[in-house]
């Protein structure tokens, strides 16, 4: 492999003799015992790994990179699709026969696709990007035939993706994290494991796509990119919900999604205060309940995550729960942003539930003032806030919100 690495762009006129070692290729991924004694290494992977790493040099005409990619992996496709089929069609022991096969070619796969850059398939030559995509559709189907092996989803999701991160645009990774939101929505934390492998490489390429801030909308800018790019947005949103609502934001605090964490938190913040669509600052309001309360349970006040309670309260709590509401884009009639309304009040009753005086002190006494809010109605907050009625916190701090909009004639505006 090493020699590979150093001498490829030398290899380059020897390419051509890859056609005819094909079928010998293709061997590699149907027998344990052919993968130990040709290839040395228990799963044939350095051998994909070495021819992609020639075949994927742009010195390589497209022409001639596509006939050899489609050489191998048009047959290794074939042996998925024809062992699905036979999986269909036998009881379960029978069915099992194929996982071993399977998750050879898999791997076969993730290792051949590691000698194609991601600028090559994405940028220079989208159309080989395009069989990566198209082989990943047929390897996805594995989860429809097998969605209970474990090891085999780990393997299909562990081993592709590398190549998948490579290979997906906005459009793709949409149908991939919807994918992914079927798997936990069935599963739970049976998929946590997954999770860890694929969250920090699916945030860090999705965060890598979409702005800091809003998404370009309004005249002219309808564009199909933009949709796409609206798209994925929307379904990262719910991605992140459906991992925090079904006990697994435990994987945000991997060491592997350490890099991801201030990120998301900053794009949740943004969203759950200025996002156009009520929909999904519910959704973010939501997220930040759930790990509240799943980071936040230190009777002691030890913080889970340094720094995360300070945020809350001084970051979500003042800009979400008190001045978003308080600008007159925030309309109580509609019925879907008095829902959001109704997770903002769920957020501050949790908040202090778990923090006590320390989210009084900062939202009322630091928060009020700088809305010039009347001692009074302060103090009717707190008691409200102190009561078991959620209806009535609500009810009440909807009428604080209209009467703080009049006092400031609907035009206070703190962000």
Known sequence: ??????????????????????????????????????????????????????????????????????????????????????????????????????????????????????????????????????????????????????????????????????????????????????????????????????????????????????????????????????????TFFTFLNVIATHNLSSVFLSPKSSGCLELMMQFLLHACCNHKDILIRKACVQIFVRLIKDWCTDPNGEEKVPGFRSFIVEAFATNCCLYSVLDKSFEFRDANTLVLFGEIVMAQKVMYEKFGNFFLLHFVSKGFPNIHCPQDLAEQYCQKLQENDIKALKSFYQSLIEKLRLQQNGSLVFR
């Not at 070619?105 to 600028?119: C, H, T």
């Open 1 to 234: 492999m090493r020699g590979v690495k150093l001498l490829k762009a030398k290899l380059v006129p020897y390419i051509e003799t890859m056609q005819s070692l094909q079928d010998t290729v293709a061997q590699f991924t149907k027998m344990d015992s052919v993968l130990k004694e040709v290839s040395g290494s228990e799963d044939g992977s350095h051998v994909f790994e070495a021819i992609g790493l020639l075949i994927g040099m742009e010195d390589v005409s497209l022409e001639k990179q596509s006939d050899y990619l489609s050489a191998l992996l048009t047959p290794l496709c074939q042996q998925v699709e024809v062992a699905l089929l036979n999986a269909k069609s036998q009881n379960h022991e029978g069915s099992l026969a194929h996982i071993g096969n399977i998750q050879q070619i898999i791997v076969a796969i993730n290792a051949l696709s590691k000698g194609f850059s991601q600028k090559l398939i994405t940028t220079s030559r989208p159309a080989i990007g395009l069989m990566f995509k198209q082989t990943l559709d047929i390897l996805l189907e594995i989860l429809v035939v097998f969605p209970r092996v474990e090891s085999l989803r780990c393997k299909l999701f562990i081993e592709a993706i590398d190549f998948a991160n490579a290979v997906l645009q906005p459009k793709e990774l949409v149908g991939f994290l919807v994918l992914l939101n079927q798997l936990i929505c069935k599963f739970g934390v049976g998929v946590h494991d997954i999770l860890e492998e694929v969250y920090p490489v699916i945030a860090t390429r999705v965060f890598n796509i979409l702005p800091k801030n809003d998404i370009l909308s309004g005249p002219g800018s309808c564009t199909e990119e933009i949709r796409e790019l609206q798209e994925l947005q929307r």
